[in-house]
């Protein structure tokens, strides 16, 4: 198949999906669908977005093609990178159509959303205990400040001793940053909310059991959902440094062995995919915290109207 008319299938799915956004904007502000696409795209918002990627393709041109400056002079230019990533027979052996290309995805994906979801199911919990129960913060913080700023590299050999396989190694590195992310968020999402919710709570007859869940979850959620976005990032940017180092298969193999063998057009495909995936992660993250938190979204809307 052609690379170009892969390129307009790739450039008309990014326009639908966008159509598709700007018509849930339209239902939200009670406007037309026509009016929300052109308040978008003449909107100054959009125009940044734009600009701020025509000048990073304008700069990643001009320094490596156009002028081919010494610290760049070994780099693939960015028409180069996409041709290779769309061709049929790529002279590097990854591309969009080779097997070996979504097999690196999978097992990336794979790592990244298990670690993701283990880092919630316990760093959400244990978020909320430190700020439910002051006794078990102060047995419990100092501990988390202690072993949280040990880089993920630095836990590597020693996950790869203590684990079978290198598989429960790259996904326990990965695992513990978005494990701090999540878990210092929630702590932070329940001590911001404010005390009088606590004493109106209790004086409508509220026990524990009612205020956890009718004051504590609630307030602390919008938080919780800040911090597994950032947790979502911060699991793709470890996995990578544990693939890097004791995985077979992965992107962040695949760019640390093209860089081994000097296939440079690769490693940018590698992180240009990593980019993608990363951004697709946070955005389903995004999506179900806005469904959870549909009143959040009421009271902003609201409150945007009247102001």
């Not at 700023?149 to 790259?170: F, N, Q, S, T």
Request: glycine share 8%; charged share 15%.
């Amino acid at each position: 198949m052609n690379p170009y008319f892969v390129l307009g299938l790739l450039v008309a799915a990014i326009l639908a999906v966008g159509a598709w956004q700007q018509k849930k904007k339209a239902a939200l502000y009670e406007l037309s669908w026509g009016v929300q696409i052109f308040k978008t795209l003449t909107g100054r918002h959009f125009l940044l977005q734009l600009a701020g990627f025509a000048v990073f393709i304008a700069f990643w041109q001009l320094t490596v093609k156009t002028f081919s400056l010494p610290w760049f002079n070994r780099l693939p230019g960015p028409w180069e990178c996409l041709m290779e990533w769309l061709s049929p027979d790529p002279a590097y052996g990854i591309s969009i159509y080779t097997e070996d290309y979504y097999k690196h995805i999978l097992f990336s994906t794979y790592r990244a959303t298990t670690a993701f979801l283990l880092a919630t199911l316990l760093g959400v919990p244990l978020g909320l205990l430190m700020g439910w129960s002051r006794k078990f913060y102060q047995y419990s913080f100092p501990l988390v400040e202690l072993i949280r700023p040990i880089p993920p590299l630095a836990w590597v050999p020693l996950a790869i001793l203590v684990l079978p396989g290198d598989e429960p190694a790259v996904i326990f590195v990965t695992f513990l940053v978005a494990f701090f992310v999540t878990t210092l968020n929630t702590l932070l999402g329940v001590e911001s909310i404010d005390e009088s919710y606590f004493r109106a709570a209790r004086c409508l007859g509220a026990d524990k059991q009612r205020l956890l869940l009718d004051v504590v979850l609630p307030g602390a959620m919008p938080f919780i959902f800040t911090g597994l976005q950032i947790s979502m990032g911060a699991a793709w940017f470890s996995l990578v440094a544990g693939e890097m180092i004791a995985a077979q298969f992965g992107l962040g193999f695949l760019i640390w062995d093209s860089y081994s063998l000097i296939q440079y057009p690769v490693i940018i495909i590698g992180m240009i995919t990593l980019g993608i995936i990363g951004w697709a992660s946070s955005a389903v993250v995004r999506s179900i915290g806005r469904k959870l938190m549909a009143w959040r979204e009421r009271e902003l809307y609201g409150s945007g109207q009247s102001g």
